[in-house]
């Protein structure tokens, strides 16, 4: 059964798109049944170009990715979700909606590489240290036995992911 991850962030142009892209990429390399995908409470309707670059000059893949609400993941038609991951300040402290199916959540926080200093070069620099560090911890996750832990033991192994 595919473990659906959700990725959270307030736009989703930048961290959350990195999250959604790195996990997949990683999943289908390592043969992993994991599914991500990402979504923001305030969209701002496209991908950060600097994003999608990093991911691009990472070999990835970055067709049929979008800008979209988290709504579209409260509805009844959506996939069930078995993790939910907040990537930025904002999206953690806001109120999520209803996750059908009671999700573990857990906040993996990063810095906003689109306000790096540097200017251009600066934030190039950022959003690749970001996409690594993302992907690291998105191979942690890989590495968990995702089908045979509960939602306690589950939660608490993203929590130490998150202190690591």
Known sequence: MTTNVLILCTHNSARSVLGEAMLNHLAAKHSKDVRAFSAGS?????????????????????SGYRSKSWDEFARDDAPAMRIVITVCDSAAAETCPYW??????????????????GGDEGKRVAFELTRQAIGYRMLQLLALPLEAMSNDELQRALTAISES
């Open 42 to 62: 305030a969209p701002g309707g496209r991908l950060n170009p600097l994003a999608v670059e990093a991911l691009t000059q990472a070999g990835i893949d970055v």
């Open 100 to 117: 059908p199916g009671s999700p573990v959540k857990v906040h993996w926080g990063y810095a906003d590489p689109s306000v790096a200093p």
